[in-house]
Nanobody, 115 residues
Framework: QVQLVESGGGLVQAGGSLRLSCAASGSMLSIDAMGWFRQAPGKQRDLVARIWRGGSTKYADSVKGRFTISRDNAKNTVFLQMNSLKPEDTAVYYC?????????WGQGTQVTVSS
């Protein structure tokens, strides 16, 4: 079993920055990837960024050049540095861990960007 705990969300003005953290605990064997998804009210949950075991990354087109995903393997933590935030980035951000066909989710952290 895996537990994911997010932190770092909050309210920020457009153009500002936030850094999200996700600490993983439990069984850390054979993790394929970790990442961040977000869900705005009335919309589906979409991928924001993902980092694979080998270190490769993938970003949604809407955040490329503004967001950076990274990880600290020693602390089983993944980060999302969000710069140049826009009001359309407002959403609940969820940490995700992928192991084979199983996905684990955190409880989510709210990010609100005011114009």
């Amino acid at each position: 079993q895996v537990q994911l705990v997010e932190s770092g969300g909050g309210l920020v003005q457009a153009g500002g920055s936030l850094r999200l953290s996700c600490a993983a605990s439990g069984s850390m064997l054979s993790i394929d990837a970790m990442g961040w998804f977000r869900q705005a009210p009335g919309k589906q949950r979409d991928l924001v960024a993902r980092i694979w075991r080998g270190g490769s990354t993938k970003y949604a087109d809407s955040v490329k050049g503004r967001f950076t995903i990274s990880r600290d393997n020693a602390k089983n933590t993944v980060f999302l540095q969000m710069n140049s935030l826009k009001p359309e980035d407002t959403a609940v951000y969820y940490c995700n861990l992928e192991r084979g066909s199983v996905h684990y989710w955190g409880q989510g952290t709210q990010v609100t960007v005011s114009s």
